[in-house]
Antibody, heavy 122, light 106 residues
Framework: EVQLVESGGGLVKPGGSLRLSCAAS????????MSWVRQAPGKGLEWVSG????????YYADSVKGRFTISRDNSKNTLYLQMRSLRAEDTAVYYC???????????????WGQGTLVTVSS | DIQMTQSPSTLSASVGDRVTITCRAS??????LAWYQQKPGKAPNILIY???SLESGVPSRFSGSGSGTEFTLTISSLQPDDFATYYC????????FGQGTKVEIK
């Protein structure tokens, strides 16, 4: 059974940093691309970042480019999102999602984690 | 960047109704389109991929159609478990979601 479990969320001040983790199990982690998707309170879904199965190709939404870094450790079956220079508008539930393919684009999300809440506030 | 526009934003319907949600892409995405269902406090679940392919385990009352820039999600006979928010997503170039359609009880 595929399981994705996010952690690392919490309260952080504007300008601060936070690293989210997503522990994967139940499938061959390195064979599939992964993404982060966020949802601000009461709002819709926003794709944030993606990474290929091998970790060499990364993708970012314009809203986070230069501030967030996606990475993965295939030996630990874990996906990361390093978030820096956080702003109030980054407040959201952050979901990790498994892509059906290994490369990234042209691949939809077939499994999602339960999400972790990030609150950016002074 | 490819923009996705869903309509309507909210839809009021009754059990047994046929429901249609529309999604438009700002440029052609061929059939690289997925539909997700999300219930309050839960992660989204995949319903349809490649515009019209039903994900395994999803009831057959859900169907998708379209290609290029115009797509629809249809629920043939709305069931109590279907009251939720639905999102389209393009995955031709990176990924983009529509703004969502909330299906409410009439």
């Amino acid at each position: 059974e595929v399981q994705l479990v996010e952690s690392g969320g919490g309260l952080v001040k504007p300008g601060g940093s936070l690293r989210l983790s997503c522990a994967a199990s139940g499938y061959t982690f390195s064979s599939y691309a992964m993404s982060w998707v966020r949802q601000a309170p009461g709002k819709g879904l926003e794709w944030v970042s993606g990474v290929s199965g091998g970790g060499r190709s990364t993708y970012y939404a314009d809203s986070v480019k230069g501030r967030f870094t996606i990475s993965r450790d295939n030996s630990k079956n874990t996906l990361y999102l390093q978030m820096r220079s956080l702003r109030a508008e980054d407040t959201a539930v952050y979901y990790c999602a498994k892509c059906l393919g290994s490369f990234g684009p042209n691949s939809y999300f077939d499994y999602w984690g339960q999400g972790t809440l990030v609150t950016v506030s002074s | 960047d490819i923009q996705m526009t869903q309509s309507p934003s909210t839809l009021s319907a009754s059990v047994g109704d046929r429901v249609t949600i529309t999604c438009r892409a700002s440029q052609s995405i061929s059939s690289w389109l997925a539909w997700y269902q999300q219930k309050p406090g839960k992660a989204p679940n995949i319903l349809i991929y490649k515009a019209s392919s039903l994900e395994s385990g999803v009831p057959s009352r859900f169907s998708g159609s379209g290609s290029g820039t115009e797509f629809t999600l249809t629920i043939s006979s709305l069931q109590p478990d279907d009251f939720a928010t639905y999102y389209c997503q393009q995955y031709k170039s990176d990924w983009t979601f529509g703004q969502g359609t909330k299906v409410e009880i009439k």
